[in-house]
């Protein structure tokens, strides 16, 4: 077996492992939390003078289910849908597959949050490099102080700023919505424009929390290249600096890819604040509305969602850095 193919299957070993571990934990925890909507309406039909029977089916036919059995009974039923893509009904969408409402919010999450990290990474890695080259400089300094700033500034502080900026006092943005509801979807300019307007706050929003990030730790990996032996011993023996460069950059920009790939799972949870902020549609704010309404099962399976972005993330970033570094790749040791 191959080193990819071992650690592959280490991987996935341990992220099924903590899926249900997480399923698991949520599970029970969701369903102690007070407000079961199903059960007030179950329990206000009784008052009403409902046979239990009666009550049961007209609860059932409101929401499209209502749990049966004791609470272990639900969590066997629970785990069991879970080999089947069976997350339950949801509450907030009588009758609607909790899949269906995950997969349809999930698809305003994925885009924003690729578009939004890859642009901060690319201008991050590059002003990072020019940061570490000319740090003893004033433009060094002033980019260090850039990273640094929006680095320490949290995600919701950013959203507001920018919703404020850009929809306020340079009013030139919409905030709230996927799309102008005039425009017919379809792949046509003028629906595909809207759907870019509405998508550009949270986009900026996501580059801006992630731009101080990448910039501080490209500086900080460019100048621990800087001072490797082979860095000097190509200098001295007169190689152009501009292949010098290219090898600086190659080596720093190594350690970044593997958090790359975790920045992208973890911003699928950072995306709460920013998408409700915008009152963008997507997995956070979902997440969000699900425990507002109390939807048990849409809850888990949002938050079973989100941890299995984590996961991939992680798998993703450790093989893509396989990949890169053939000192992995051999089986060696990665100094």
Not at 89 to 103: F, Q, R
Not at 115 to 135: E, H, N
Not at 253 to 278: D, H, N, Q, R
């Amino acid at each position: 077996m191959t080193v990819i193919a071992r650690r592959l299957a280490g991987h996935v070993a341990r992220g099924l492992v903590m899926v249900f571990v997480v399923a698991t934990i949520s599970f029970f925890i969701i369903r102690n939390i007070p407000g079961d909507p199903m059960a007030a309406r179950y329990q206000k039909l009784l008052e009403q003078g409902m046979s239990p029977e009666a009550a049961e089916r007209a609860t059932a036919v409101m929401y499209g289910f209502m749990p049966k059995g004791t609470l272990w009974e639900q969590y066997t039923d629970y785990i069991a849908g879970l080999f089947t893509f069976d997350l339950g009904v949801s509450v907030t969408n009588p009758g609607t597959p909790v899949t269906s409402v995950l997969a349809e919010a999930a698809k305003w999450t994925v885009l924003p949050v690729l578009a939004g990290t890859l642009a901060s990474f690319l201008v991050g890695v590059i002003l990072g490099v020019y940061a570490a080259v000319k740090r003893t400089g004033k433009l060094g300094d002033l980019l260090a102080i850039s990273g640094s700033l929006l680095h320490g500034v949290p995600q919701y502080v950013l959203a507001l700023l920018v919703g404020a900026l850009f929809t306020t006092l340079i009013p030139i943005l919409p905030m709230g919505g996927t799309a102008d509801i005039l425009f017919e979807p379809g792949f046509n300019a003028a629906y595909i424009g809207s759907l870019i307007e509405h998508a550009t706050l949270p986009v900026l929003t996501y580059a801006l929390a992630s731009y101080g990030g990448w910039i501080l730790a490209m500086k900080s990996s460019v100048v621990t290249v800087l001072g490797d032996d082979f860095i000097l011993a190509a200098e001295l023996r007169g190689m152009k600096r501009s292949i010098v460069f290219r090898y600086i950059a190659r080596n720093a920009i190594l350690p970044l890819f593997t958090v790359l790939a975790l920045s992208l799972g973890l911003l699928f949870g950072g995306a709460i604040f920013i998408e409700k902020i915008f009152n963008y549609p997507g997995l956070g704010w979902l997440l969000i509305e699900s425990v507002t309404n109390r939807d048990y099962a849409l809850m888990g399976g949002a938050f079973l969602l989100i941890t299995l972005a984590i996961v991939l993330a992680n798998i993703l970033a450790d093989l893509f850095y396989t990949v890169i570094d053939p000192r992995v790749r051999s089986g060696g040791e990665v100094s």
